[in-house]
């Protein structure tokens, strides 16, 4: 993968505020600058159409739609969102729904993601991991490795890692981590970016494990990495 010396990463969506101005929503999306690539959608359209906009990101300017899974609260903007702007290619994978998938053809043709697969340059998908629901992560080429973006993290961020690790070291996690385990928790030993948020049920756990690392997540959160 071709390399981003210092990615810009602007969460759109997020229930855990970080900026004023913005709508905090049950839910996660953000924006990958300089691929213009957008991650999730949220739950609801007008909340992340306000939010982009408030943020200097307008639909137009997003050239593709990764999808990490089939729940509301990361597709529920779909409609709207491609609504403004059908012309974005949009990643999805089978565990989607019929509806879901139905929903995208409405606007765009959906590129379905089975494997770990460059759907930007400089970006991965995972492909779908996990089986009780199937997920897929971004993997971000930067600097010092390779860092995850996750929308939930339903297959446990350990496994999540151990399989990007198959593609170089990883580098640093941003985005929901969700049920969180001992042994999730001590998968992120080593990282030098830890950034939980959104349905992450241990983030004061990780937090107190990895003070150095952490980095406090939310809506309008701007990585620069």
Known sequence: MSLFVMPTITEVYNNIPCQDGLN?????????????????????????????????????????????????????????????????????????????????????????????????????????LGTAIPEQSLAVDVADGLLIITGCAHPGISRIIDRVSREGPVWGVIGGLHTVTDEDIDSLEGLACVSASHCTDRINDIAERYPETFRPGGLGAVHRL
């Open 24 to 128: 905090p929503d049950w839910g996660f999306s953000c924006y990958i600058h300089e691929a213009e690539l957008l991650f999730d959608t949220g739950a609801k359209g007008d909340v992340l159409l306000s939010n982009m906009r408030a943020l200097g990101i307008l639909p137009a300017d997003i050239q593709s739609l990764a999808l990490s899974h089939d729940h509301w609260d990361h597709t529920g903007g779909l409609g709207a969102l491609l609504a403004e702007n059908s012309a974005m290619e949009v990643f999805a994978h089978s565990g989607f729904t019929r509806e879901t998938l139905g929903l995208i053809r409405n606007y765009t043709e959906p590129v379905i993601i089975d494997e770990w697969t460059e759907i930007a340059p400089g970006i991965a998908a995972t492909g779908p």
